[in-house]
């Protein structure tokens, strides 16, 4: 099952392809198709419905509107719903492009050329926004037209947009300037046109010359680039993994990969792909969770000194052995500095509905297919004892100068985050090399600031003068909270910058009537995670 030829493959990028993605990109402008102007026209019930994939209150929505007078019902219904729209009505919608200029591009098929003719959407065109550490981004993104719109299953060529995943790594990525960046396994596009706004080089590779496609136009749709508006270059790649970038060294590599863990051996694996197919933008082809595990252990031979991935993925919980000693293997081989923070862990049964529904395969519309597939899954996961499968981010950096790491960090955060992630993540590496270059000696003469983001929660039982619980909390990145002996809080609370840290301890000791070392040594191991994690920060 193959969807439509994608629009990047219909016209040259650099010549008429380039002019027509121009007179697109003014007119959905124009029309204010945008995640705002969509959400202003539907209102927020039908906007939150059609974001769960339930279409019958933008329909009603857009029942009472006549798609020739507004644009944005025209090019909602078109693409967002898949219906059908009169060929008159999306020429008014797009005033430059026209219906003409959208078939050309490969964006829709019409039935004929009369202005009452219907016009269908032929691939998926949605707008885009998005905040990363780089700051806010509007686009518009091309792919292939999902379930909502095909009422079918995916094709297992199938282009998926930009779905909670991106976002979420494009939100985690860290925005300093680099020279070079790699986008493995680009997808449509996404990962490289953030990338494009923070360097001048990106490589993006993936195995499927398809999704190639709908890169090369998403990018030229867009035209992302630096505020001096230099174009940057990209270069889209075919190939699986590291093999097209072998031998070549990058700053910053960021990958959403087919982390998907899918059966692939025995009666299982035959099961499945008997039951789905194999989907090219989840499935990477190998068994459990190897796929991340080769990435892990291999992405240090592209990143050059100082360089840094970024990365999404699952790993398995295998029965008697901790996930934080299974991935730390894969760290302590792929010797560089590494952060992994576990953000979800699904059950074997619920992992398997996911996927499969993921696909478009649902108990109701093929209940054979959804069954086997079950149970292959199941299967599969019980043979290598998985009682559950972990979803998270890695960081991982390659030390400078031939230097061994000094980073192995595992932990879960399931709760909420204040996203973008990414400057967060980059001051705590920071952070983590201060403190790296400073013994006690040396940090007892540092001067520390309490972060603005910082404030103390106290808890006390009704006529206790005293708390119970001093919980040092933080408002940004993951929002922590340290429960704080009275020792720590003074010492926070005495951050101002004015005295150093051992100036402060000593002050503190006397206070409570301690003995200075006591106390230093209890406090300093607390001192610098609240530096590594962003509570306290260096003084000017």
């Known amino acids: 099952m193959t969807g439509p030829v994608p629009p990047g493959r219909h016209a040259d990028a650099s010549g008429d392809g380039a002019d027509l993605a121009g007179r697109l990109r003014a007119d959905l402008h124009d029309a204010a198709f945008t995640v705002d102007g969509v959400g202003d026209l539907l ?36 693409f967002l719903l898949g219906g059908a729209v009169p060929r008159g009505a999306l020429d008014r919608a797009l005033g430059r492009l026209g219906t003409a200029g959208a078939e050309r591009l490969g964006l829709v098929r019409a039935a004929g050329g009369g202005r009452e003719d219907a016009v269908r ?30 009422g079918g299953r995916l094709a297992t060529d199938h282009v998926l947009g930009a779905g909670g995943a991106s976002t979420t790594l494009a939100q985690v990525t860290m925005r300093a300037p680099v020279h070079r960046v790699l986008d493995l396994g680009t997808g449509g596009g996404i990962q490289a046109m953030h990338a494009a706004r923070h360097t001048r080089h990106v490589v993006g590779t993936d195995v499927s010359a398809r999704a190639l496609d709908f890169a090369r136009f998403n990018l030229v749709l867009n035209r992302p680039g630096p505020p001096d508006g230099v174009e940057p270059d ?16 990058f ?19 035959r099961a499945v792909a008997d039951a789905l197919g194999d989907y090219e933008y989840r499935d990477g082809g190998r068994a459990g969770d190897d796929v991340v595990r080769d990435l892990v252990t291999g992405v240090g031979q592209v990143l050059a000194p100082g360089g840094v991935a970024q990365m999404l993925g699952n790993w398995e919980h295998r029965r008697g052995e901790p996930w934080t000693e299974r991935v730390g293997s894969w760290l302590d081989a792929a010797g560089l500095d590494g952060w992994v923070v576990q953000r979800e ?12 529904r993921d696909g478009g395969t649902t108990p109701g519309r093929e ?6 597939a079950y149970r292959a899954w199941l299967d599969d996961f019980a043979a290598r004892d998985v009682e559950g499968v972990g979803f998270g981010v890695v960081t991982l950096r390659r030390p400078t100068g031939g230097a061994r790491p000094t ?20 001051a705590s590496l920071a952070a983590h090399d201060w403190l790296a270059a400073r013994d006690d000696d040396a940090l007892g003469a540092e001067h520390l600031v309490v972060a603005a983001d910082v404030t103390e ?3 006390l039982t009704p006529g206790s003068p005293d708390p119970n619980v001093v919980v040092v909390r933080q408002g940004d990145g993951f929002g922590r909270g340290v429960h704080a002996s009275t020792g720590l809080a003074a010492f926070v609370g005495a951050c101002d910058g004015e005295l150093a840290v051992g100036q402060i301890v000593g002050a503190i000791a006397a206070l409570f009537d301690v003995p200075a070392a006591d106390l230093r040594a209890e406090l300093f191991p607390a001192v610098r995670g609240l530096v590594r994690d962003g509570f306290l920060r260096p003084g000017s």
Do not use: C, K
């Open 121 to 150: 959407a032929a691939v998926d065109l949605r707008p885009y926004a998005a905040e990363d550490a780089g700051g806010s981004v509007s686009w518009w993104l091309a792919s292939d037209l999902g379930e909502l719109a095909t």
């Open 251 to 269: 700053d910053l590599v960021v990958s959403n990969p087919p982390f998907v863990i899918t059966p692939r051996s025995g009666d299982a694996g």
């Open 457 to 459: 929660e106290r808890y």
């Open 234 to 249: 990209v270069d889209l790649r075919l190939g699986s993994m590291l093999e097209p970038v072998a031998g070549e060294r």
């Open 43 to 78: 209102g927020d019930v039908a906007s939150a419905a059609l974001h769960r994939e339930q279409t019958v209150p933008a329909e009603r929505v857009l029942a009472a509107l006549d798609p020739a007078a507004e644009p944005r019902a025209a090019l909602t219904t078109l």
């Open 407 to 426: 980073l192995r960090r595992l932990e879960e955060h399931t709760g909420s985050v204040r996203q973008p992630l990414g400057a967060h993540l980059a």
């Open 345 to 356: 862990v699904l059950d074997p049964a619920e992992y398997a509905e996911t996927w499969i």
């Open 367 to 372: 209940p054979e297919a959804w069954a086997a």
